[in-house]
């Protein structure tokens, strides 16, 4: 049944493709020139269509407002967080109401009365349109700190230190990476940088002398280069803080160097050699290395090595010991090592549900305990917290669900008492316990079963109800459930908010991921409209009321499914979407290009070719099919002027060839544009403006479903 649209616009078609007229080229009927991102007459291009949007969404600017203000109603605008004790202070963070950013505090441990702050973010973003934190990084003896802060939103970082409590701040590095880790020897600080692609290819050290009133550094040293395109670097360090991990992967196969946390100058030594299509990770308790890998597994098992055989080198790999055996029906997602055991993350594929594992070991390494923590609910997510002692016996974890707030607990896994420390107070007229969820499993195209998360009133939940269907399906990201207060303005309004767990993602494990990437990349779109009809037919959605969200890949994702079939949505909102796939990965001058053929294939294989371009999406938009084209519904479209992921062109190639089709007959169908000029990828960085972009989102996706009259029958555009 095809959707119905919305009736109350009543806009001429000129209003929102005015500015597609005014720039288009017979000579470029790709809009490739979009792409020259120096060329006054790109950010002309820009501004127009911004002009246009604003022009159009006049009339929903009062609804917007009054979502806005239900957010701030239903927050706590004020902010402490969670204390968190490390070896000498106990440190938490606050917001004050009326701020975008936090402030740290600290005070010795035990002795409450002194608090003192020491690091106030706000003050430093105040001088800054935009401001993000990437990385902050205590020193072992926690008196300095180092962090990493960008100011443009193009995701390139500058690292500052200072002493503790109230140091002046000295630059140390210009556009570097955000990651930042110290080494033992409380002297030592090592960064990545970036290459020409912004690819992290090279991990340094800098020492450091730390004298309060006489900071010096000296000169960066690299410790190693990863020449290979399409792997990334990163750091870390291993739970007993006796182990920097260098990190060398790609999206299929890693690689990891070991150097002595407390002698940082030590030659790294490489773990285990990198293998095409192995991925594992490591951690350690003394006397042994923990490894969590995939070689002939596929979902992953665990192995343990002693810490002298190790030291060896690969060739001592035949010593490794199985701990925990290759499963079919579960995927092991993490390990943390403590002094007592392992914490372990485990999904399971059918119930597409995560759980922490937790083992004892005694001194002999023989098992003590093996049990699962307790879940509160299903679905729901629970992950580990912030848990810095190695040797403590308790464990922080963190629960929510898509009716419940997240909430931290600290259990005592000697008694396995739950204590709650802190809940996500919600206020306002709907609370979590007005609220029901529920999941369905829907059969696609070739018989997979896809689950599908609905959350709703619950005196609306016998009824069917306008939808928004959220979705993204990539890189093996797992959409577990998660509560949203910005959610509540539209549940409350009588929607229902739905998430299709497509393939591509993780949530049913790494099969789960497997069969949406590459060759299989179309079952995702497939699962996505499966997902909006088995929604229909279970009378939870209007069929005429589907309003589809994606985001970045997820953007992907809902703009593919709209080429396959735009008849069931009435409306679309793509958030930064990459969309010109094809083009994008035929560059590698481009970020994160090279990276990404493990993700979606390298075009330089003809066949590889062949298959980007038979999905996406700029590729394939009516009439470039050879059937006849259902006209997609409205669409709001949003893109970042710093966005180095998804370049702006991409959102903006969108806008201006939708504009251009035949199939849009009327304003029922506006094709909307909007770039924030001030923002990268991730949007705005302070907390009111990245509230105030989520209103505007809900205030068209509430006209999309209809809904946006009921509310301001005079204001909104006219029925």
């Known amino acids: 049944m095809k959707a119905q649209q919305p009736n109350d616009l009543n806009l001429s078609t000129n209003t929102t493709q005015q500015p597609v007229l005014d720039f288009q080229r017979t000579d470029d009927p790709d809009w490739h020139w979009l792409e020259e991102h120096d060329a006054p007459q790109v950010k002309h291009f820009l501004n127009a269509a911004n002009q246009s949007f604003d022009q159009w969404f006049k009339p929903l600017e009062e609804l917007a407002e009054r979502l806005y203000q239900g957010q701030l109603a239903r927050r706590e605008l004020a902010i402490n967080g969670l204390p968190s004790a490390l070896d000498h202070f106990t440190l938490w963070s606050e917001i004050a109401a009326d701020a975008d950013h936090p402030v740290w505090w600290r005070h010795p441990n035990g002795n409450p009365s002194a608090s003192e702050c020491f690091f106030d973010i706000q003050a430093r973003a105040s001088a800054h349109g935009f401001f993000d934190i990437g990385d902050m990084a205590l020193s072992p003896d926690e008196n300095w700190l180092a962090w990493s802060e960008d100011t443009q939103g193009n995701e390139t970082y500058d690292v500052w230190l200072k002493h503790l409590p109230d140091g002046t701040p000295k630059k140390l590095l210009d556009e570097v990476g955000p990651e930042l880790c110290w080494a033992e020897d409380n002297r030592t600080l090592l960064f990545t940088k970036f290459d020409a692609t912004q690819r992290p290819d090279s991990l340094w050290r800098l020492p450091l002398i730390l004298e309060p009133q006489a900071l010096q550094c000296g000169e960066a040293t690299l410790i190693l280069r990863e020449n290979d395109s399409e792997f990334w670097m990163s750091l870390g360090k291993t739970r007993s803080r006796q182990w920097l991990l260098l990190e060398s992967a790609s999206k299929d196969t890693s690689e990891t160097w070991l150097v002595p946390a407390s002698t940082p100058d030590t030659p790294p030594r490489c773990f285990l050699p990198r293998e095409v299509g192995v991925e594992y990770g490591i951690d350690h308790r003394p006397g042994h290395f923990y490894i969590l890998h995939n070689r002939d597994a596929g979902h992953f098992c665990l192995d343990r090595i002693d810490e002298s055989a190790a030291a060896q080198g690969p060739d001592a790999e035949a010593s490794t010991e199985r701990l925990i055996a290759h499963r079919e029906d579960t995927t092991l997602e993490g390990i943390d090592a403590f002094s007592w055991g392992l914490a372990i993350s485990e999904r399971d594929h059918e119930q597409a549900q995560t759980r922490i594992r937790i083992i004892d070991y005694n001194t002999d390494h023989q098992v003590q305990h093996d049990r699962y923590l307790a879940l ?336 301001t029958p005079r204001s909104a555009p006219a029925q």
């Open 376 to 711: 509160p609910e299903t679905p729901c997510s629970q992950v580990a917290s912030d848990n810095p002692h190695f040797n403590s016996r308790d464990f922080r974890l963190a629960e929510e669900s898509f009716t419940q707030p997240p909430g931290w607990f600290e259990v005592d896994l000697d008694s396995g008492q739950r204590r709650l420390l802190r809940r996500l107070p919600v206020h306002g007229d709907l609370q979590p316990e007005q609220l029901t969820s529920r999941r369905l499993w829907v059969r696609s195209h070739d018989g997979e079963n896809i689950p599908v998360s609905v959350v709703s009133r619950s005196d609306l939940s016998n009824q069917p109800l306008p939808t928004l269907l959220y979705g993204y399906g990539a890189y093996g990201e797992e959409l577990d459930p998660w509560f949203s207060i910005t959610r509540l303005e539209l549940l409350n309004r009588g929607v229902a908010f739905a998430v299709a767990h497509v393939r591509g993602g993780g949530e049913c494990g790494e099969p789960w991921y497997q069969a949406g990437k590459l060759e299989h990349k179309t079952n995702s779109f497939h699962d996505f409209i499966a997902a909006r009809d088995g929604l229909v037919a279970a009378r939870i959605s209007l069929a005429d009321r589907v309003v589809a969200y994606g985001s970045s890949a997820g953007g992907l994702l809902v703009a593919a499914s709209l080429n396959m079939d735009a008849s069931g949505f009435c409306g679309a909102v793509l958030d930064v979407p990459f969309v010109d796939v094809l083009r994008t990965m035929q560059n590698p001058e481009l970020p994160l290009t090279t990276a990404e053929y493990s993700e979606w294939g390298n075009p330089g294989d003809p066949d590889v070719q062949r298959r980007i371009h038979g999905y996406s999406p700029l590729d394939n938009l009516p009439p470039c099919l050879p059937q006849p084209q259902r006209p997609w519904p409205p669409v709001l479209i949003e893109g970042s002027w710093h966005d180095t992921r998804v370049a702006y062109w991409e959102p903006a190639k969108l806008y201006a060839r939708l504009c251009q089709l035949e199939h849009s007959p009327s304003a029922t169908h506006p094709i909307l544009l909007r770039t924030d000029m001030d923002t990268g990828h991730s949007g705005a960085s302070g907390r009111f403006q990245a509230w105030r972009d989520s209103a505007r989102q809900d205030a068209f996706i509430l006209w999309a479903l209809g809904r946006a009259e009921q509310e």
